[in-house]
């Protein structure tokens, strides 16, 4: 392992983006250095060793919190805690997955011995098999979110379920971009501080928040860049150094994550290939990040609430643009 690593090369190594390791950071999971020299961030061998324990956390489905729970405690009674809970979540979801697909194996067989019955009334109308539906439990039929599917969660690349085709209304926006070191909370601040300035939630209350790296790509320098776009109103003059600029709205394909899951792009880009009613639509260009979006959901309430600084996101939808086929 190298002594001293760049962002571009850990991100390189490790399949993680440099939004994705400021994010790490933030919480307290992992740190980073600065030396002379280098222009930006650098990372030792003990952040670097950090973050290999955090990606293969990750990949046991845990939680940031339940990560930062487990490397912040110096003995392993918080592990211990942490992976028990996970294993009993787990039995329980395996038991309800087996019922249910007792259930259906059932449902099946009865079926097939009256296929001249239409599977409505065959289902409806024997007691037996509404029976053994009723016999579920919640924990059954309302399994967790996060682990509803064992197998997709364990397997990235399988096709998503919770897509989403929306319309974005055409508007005005005031843009603010940053190229160089976080220029995520760089021109996150800008616009916060405009909004605030502005009370921009007065005079645009349906305000929303766009976002995308800009240039996409980093360089080997680690060179790159990010730009935000607030919606605001009609003949709205914006103070530099924000620009105005014209959003043409259109059709996306939206997946919503937790702040953080920024891997889900790449299952995302995959489902949106197997929609078969509609087409991508990118723009081609890594400049506007292929024409792709990102979301900051709710922002209208996180920055009234935030008196300083960039406000804390939550959820983000993550958004593809995409054509009638």
């Not at 999971?29 to 280098?38: F, P, Q, T």
């Not at 990750?58 to 294993?87: H, M, Q, W, Y």
């Not at 924990?139 to 682990?147: K, M, N, V």
Request: glycine share 8%.
């Amino acid at each position: 392992m190298k002594e001293i690593m760049t962002v571009s090369e850990v991100s390189v190594t490790y399949g993680v983006s440099a939004r994705m390791l400021r994010h790490y950071e933030k919480l307290g999971l992992m740190g980073s250095d600065r030396k002379e020299g280098y222009a930006y961030r650098v990372y030792r061998p003990e952040d670097i060793q950090r973050l290999r324990q955090i990606l293969v956390l990750r990949k046991l489905r845990l939680s940031l919190k339940e990560i930062g729970r487990i490397l912040n405690d110096p003995g392993p009674a918080t592990a211990i805690s942490v992976f028990e809970k996970n294993l009993a979540q787990m039995d329980n979801e395996l038991k309800s997955l087996q019922a249910v697909r007792g259930v259906i194996a059932e449902f099946c067989i009865a079926l097939k011995q009256r296929r001249v019955l239409p599977a409505g009334e065959t289902i409806l109308q024997d007691n037996q098999l509404l029976a053994l539906a009723d016999a579920l439990s919640p924990s059954s039929t309302l399994i967790q979110e996060e682990r509803k599917n064992i197998m997709d969660k364990l397997n990235q690349s399988m096709e998503m379920k919770d897509i989403r085709i929306v319309h974005l209304p055409e508007s005005d926006v005031a843009a603010a971009r940053v190229v160089g070191e976080d220029p995520e909370d760089r021109a996150g601040r800008m616009i916060a501080e405009f909004v605030r300035s502005f009370r921009l939630w007065e005079k645009h209350p349906g305000l929303r928040l766009y976002g995308f790296n800009s240039p996409s790509p980093m360089d080997a320098t680690g060179f790159h860049g990010y730009e935000f776009w607030i919606t605001i109103p009609d003949g709205m003059v914006v103070p530099a150094p924000l620009e105005k600029k014209h959003f043409a709205g259109g059709t996306y394909a939206a997946h919503m994550i937790q702040m953080g899951n920024f891997e889900e792009w790449g299952p995302f880009y995959e489902s949106v290939e197997k929609i078969d009613e509609y087409a991508y639509a990118g723009s081609g260009s890594p400049e506007d990040m292929f024409g792709n979006l990102e979301e900051h959901l709710n922002y209208h309430d996180h920055v009234m609430e935030t008196k300083d600084g960039e406000p804390q996101t939550r959820q983000l939808d993550l958004l593809i643009p995409v054509r009638r086929r």
